[in-house]
């Protein structure tokens, strides 16, 4: 089972919300070594007729016949590639800085030629970003700049030549993080519980694995409903009357 598996929910060993009376359960504190995210920003846009030219091209595009018919498109990678990165601290402003740099997002283009052909290839477009960040002082361990992005492209037009070009209207989600690699104290529980896997349709035969080896007696199953009803109150007689 995974660690959200209906059979393994209440394990206090694995991963999951918890209150007040779970931080009791805090048994040390812990140095652990990750990239600690300084500052971020987030920006969406959707660019109209942006140029796009195809390469790669599988099968090879001597075999199409044109015109193209655009099908889709989107990015291949969560990370961008960053190019031509400025970083310039602005006096005015201690701790930011003026960050500018383009970003290149990698593409899957794929598109039918005039006999329903079909054929895909790799382009890429790229996008200048000139943002105000916080950017902590230099230090042993450097800061970096890292980007995070996903496009997919709403519609596109073919543009005849020699090499496979399409202008598409392209929707992008653009992240850009100053991270540093730290070691970083925390509070933790102690190591997780790794439960072991559920198999795919284990649970036919678990209504079946959960009966009991042998029937129940009466007596057990008055004592069972006994602790499961609800205390009735004694009603007397002369109280039924009164009423």
């Known amino acids: 089972m995974s660690f959200y598996s209906y059979k393994n929910e209440g394990n206090e060993r694995c991963p999951g919300r918890i209150g007040f009376d779970g931080l009791r359960r805090i048994t040390e504190r812990v140095c652990i070594q990750v990239n600690k995210v300084y500052d971020s920003c987030l920006q969406q846009e959707t660019l109209d007729n942006v140029r796009v030219i195809v390469k790669d091209v599988t099968p090879p595009s001597s075999g199409f016949t044109p015109p193209l018919t655009f099908l889709s498109c989107r990015s291949t990678s969560v990370k961008g590639k960053l190019v031509g990165t400025k970083i310039e601290r602005i006096p005015e402003r201690p701790n930011f800085a003026r960050v500018r740099t383009k970003v290149e997002i990698p593409l899957e283009v794929s598109f039918e030629d005039a006999n329903g052909k079909r054929g895909s290839g790799c382009a890429v477009i790229v996008i200048p970003k000139d943002v105000v960040m916080f950017v902590p002082d230099e230090s042993v361990i450097p800061f970096e ?16 030549g020699d090499a496979v070009r399409f202008d598409v209207d392209i ?26 896997c559920e198999e ?37 007689p002369n109280e039924i009357d009164a009423e």
């Open 145 to 160: 700049l890292e980007s995070v992005v996903n496009a997919i492209c709403v519609s596109g037009t073919f543009v005849p």
């Open 200 to 236: 795919f349709a284990e649970n036919v035969c678990d209504e079946f694995f959960r009966l009991p080896l042998f029937p129940p007696q009466l007596e057990d199953i008055r004592a069972r409903e006994s602790n499961l009803d609800p205390v009735k109150p004694v009603i007397r």
């Open 171 to 196: 929707c992008i989600t653009i992240i850009l993080k100053i991270i540093a690699r730290v070691e970083l104290l925390i509070p933790a529980f102690g190591f997780c519980e790794i439960p072991p």
